[in-house]
């Protein structure tokens, strides 16, 4: 079983940028071939942010962050990064690091939270105005 660890957060100004590590141990990110990136504001669901497909280095982003926000991913590290740039008060939010089985299709069931079985304690962002 993996164990995901979250950094990176903290405050930082609208349209500053912070990047977010996700460190994994106990398990290799390879062998679940799916990472991804979701936020949780105040009494708001969890949205799916981005995702990385390990194995072919897809990527995926939602609408609201795409063009702003970079997934990566480190082999050697066994981690997975997440750049934000021209950070906006409404990404205020706690952002999760999960792994999902590599049986996961890529596409919509990748953006979808209860298909990732494992997941970080989280790291809070605050953007400000």
């Known amino acids: 079983q993996v164990q995901l660890v979250e950094s990176g957060g903290g405050l930082v100004q609208a349209g500053g940028s912070l990047r977010l590590s996700c460190a994994a141990s106990g398990r290799t990110f390879s062998n679940y071939n799916l990472v991804g990136w979701f936020r949780q504001a105040p009494g708001k669901e969890r949205d799916f942010v981005a995702a990385?497909?390990?194995?072919?280095?897809?990527?995926s982003y939602a609408d609201s962050v795409l063009g702003r926000f970079t997934i990566s991913r480190d082999n050697s590290k066994n981690t997975v990064y997440l750049q934000m740039n021209s950070l906006k008060p409404e990404d205020t939010a706690v952002y999760y690091c999960?792994?999902?089985?590599?049986?996961?299709?890529?596409?919509?069931?990748?953006?979808?939270?209860?298909?990732?079985?494992?997941w970080g304690q989280g790291t809070q962002v605050t953007v400000s105005s």
């Open positions: 999960a792994a999902a089985p590599s049986t996961t299709p890529w596409g919509a069931r990748s953006r979808r939270a209860d298909e990732y079985h494992y």
């Open positions: 990385i497909r390990w194995s072919e280095n897809y990527a």
